[in-house]
């Protein structure tokens, strides 16, 4: 199956839900106009990232009026949306929802909350507390936010639970070059390409990675959104500070063919990972 999948390279408005709505409609219209199948937003799209003791007042529930109204766009397309999602007992979580059919499928809850550096998240969210994949139009996705995309146990997991596609909304920050007077080459970003790639070869999925603009607070968000094949190939890369939407054609014929080529997902040692992973757990040793 061949079908186009974007990246919305958004510059949000910290804490105006309005403004961001209407980024968000202009960019699913423009997407359908052009036949994307599915569009996925940046971390923290509906609400801008540095919030701080701002969460509570721009939280949704699951079936707020909101989050309705934007399962409603995607008729006829697929939407990964970032937003803050307040739960029944009232913990707020930096989530990402998943969309398609005009209805919400399912939303992931950020598990790893950077609290280093420039980073505060735990002092104001909750952790998420579970992994998975999902079945869609496209078919299995999984979806990891930014921090989570650094710990790779995280991609292990979606992968043994069948992920064909990995989704990454992010609000990666700049955040230093490799070389001190040049910034045509950044550190964070190289570092980013060898994750994306290091997934994508090693589960041979499709990766798509969705970075967001702009500043706040100071801070500038370097963007670079990128899809990522089952190779390890960049088949698309946006660029750090134009916010539009970024589509390619993939072909999931591409996941077979890789798992012929290197069946390195068919080979994985599960039920072995499960029993070292108790033994050390346990303390013991070798």
Not at 35 to 61: H, I, M, R
Not at 246 to 266: G, N, Q
């Amino acid at each position: 199956m061949k079908f186009l999948v974007a990246n919305a390279q958004t510059k949000p408005f910290l804490g105006d839900i309005d403004a961001n709505l209407n980024i968000i409609e202009s960019m699913v219209k423009s997407a359908k106009k052009k036949n994307v199948k599915l569009l996925v937003f940046p971390e923290l799209s509906l609400t801008g990232y540095f919030l701080k003791d701002f969460v509570p007042d721009v939280a949704q529930k699951k079936n707020s009026k909101l989050i309705k109204h934007i399962a409603s766009l995607s008729e006829g397309i697929s939407i990964v949306l970032g937003f803050v999602e307040e739960s029944s007992r009232h913990v707020f979580y930096n989530s990402a929802a998943y969309f398609e059919n005009g209805k919400l499928i399912y939303i992931h809850r950020k598990i790893y909350l950077p609290t280093y550096g420039m980073f505060d998240e735990s002092r104001y969210f909750g952790s998420g507390k579970r992994i998975g994949a999902f079945d869609t139009n496209i078919g299995r996705v999984a979806i990891l936010i930014c921090e989570d995309a650094w710990h790779p146990s995280l991609a292990f997991l979606a992968s043994q639970d069948g992920a064909d596609y990995l989704i990454i909304p992010s609000s990666s920050p700049f955040r230093g070059t490799n070389q001190a007077k040049s910034k045509s080459n950044l550190a964070i970003e190289r570092s980013w390409e060898s994750i994306l790639a290091t997934y994508s070869i090693t589960y041979n999925q499709f990766v798509v990675f969705s970075n967001r603009i702009g500043y706040e607070d100071g801070v500038n968000f370097w963007g670079g959104s990128r899809i990522v094949s089952p190779e390890g190939k960049t088949i698309k890369k946006a660029p750090r500070s134009s916010s539009s939407i970024y589509s390619v054609e993939v072909d999931s014929k591409d996941i077979r063919r890789s798992r012929i080529a290197s069946p390195t997902y068919r080979d994985e040692k599960t039920l072995l990972f499960q029993k070292e992973f108790n033994r050390i757990q346990s303390g013991k040793k070798n």
